[in-house]
T-cell receptor
Framework: NAGVTQTPKFQVLKTGQSMTLQCAQD?????MSWYRQDPGMGLRLIHY???????DQGEVPNGYNVSRSTTEDFPLRLLSAAPSQTSVYFC????????????FGPGTRLTVL | AQSVAQPEDQVNVAEGNPLTVKCTYS??????LFWYVQYPNRGLQFLLK??????LVKGSYGFEAEFNKSQTSFHLKKPSALVSDSALYFC?????????????FGQGTTLQVKP
């Protein structure tokens, strides 16, 4: 199993540009989520999904959209990038069981100029 | 409110000495608790978790954690630190409200192990 994969690893955008961060998992996990990591703030939840076709907002959803058309994929879209979105983004997945471990992808480092 | 606190931004320890990274939590009901480690420029790696049962949980790389319900703590420990243990450590608790099961993270503790 590849686990949780993310692309790209690095990205530089100009303010106002749009882009999609890709996330895929091959573990047939129902639950997927996106976090952003900023210094001194831990990881903050952006959006999550409990299954295909179902998404919901986390703590910091503004400026981001998600969709979940398949179990495997959970892309994160930035519609109009802002410097405040400069961060490291992590995708994670786990099975539907609350006691199960959540596994993280390697991350995408995004810089918005 | 559901929350996790890691009171130390950084912990310094000499190689071979025992280490402790502290974590306290606030959650309604029985907690599901997790520790993750992040090496530089890498993603988070799972170390161990407490769901139920023995209060002392053993995990990867010789780490263990002690669940203390009365003190609402879940401190990470290792009997003998290695320089390669130097990394950023996150404690997390599962939010059981509305059955979403999302993880709530502490702000992280940087562990520096000096030779």
């Amino acid at each position: 199993n590849a686990g949780v994969t993310q692309t790209p690893k690095f990205q530089v955008l100009k303010t106002g540009q749009s882009m999609t961060l890709q996330c895929a998992q091959d573990m047939n996990h129902e639950y997927m989520s996106w976090y952003r990591q900023d210094p001194g703030m831990g990881l903050r939840l952006i959006h999550y999904s409990v299954g295909a076709g179902i998404t919901d907002q986390g703590e910091v959803p503004n400026g981001y959209n998600v969709s979940r058309s398949t179990t495997e994929d959970f892309p994160l879209r930035l519609l109009s990038a802002a410097p405040s979105q400069t961060s490291v983004y992590f995708c994670a997945s786990r099975s539907g069981q609350l006691r199960d471990t959540q596994y993280f992808g390697p991350g995408t480092r995004l810089t918005v100029l | 409110a559901q929350s996790v606190a890691q009171p130390e931004d950084q912990v310094n320890v000499a190689e071979g000495n025992p280490l402790t990274v502290k974590c306290t939590y606030s959650v309604s009901g029985n907690p599901y608790l997790f520790w993750y480690v992040q090496y530089p420029n890498r993603g988070l790696q799972f170390l161990l978790k407490y769901i139920t049962g023995d209060n002392l949980v053993k995990g990867s790389y010789g780490f263990e954690a002690e669940f203390n319900k009365s003190q609402t703590s879940f401190h990470l420990k290792k009997p003998s630190a290695l320089v390669s243990d130097s990394a950023l450590y996150f404690c997390a608790v599962r939010d059981m409200r509305r059955n979403t099961g999302k993880l709530i993270f502490g702000q992280g503790t940087t562990l520096q192990v000096k030779p």
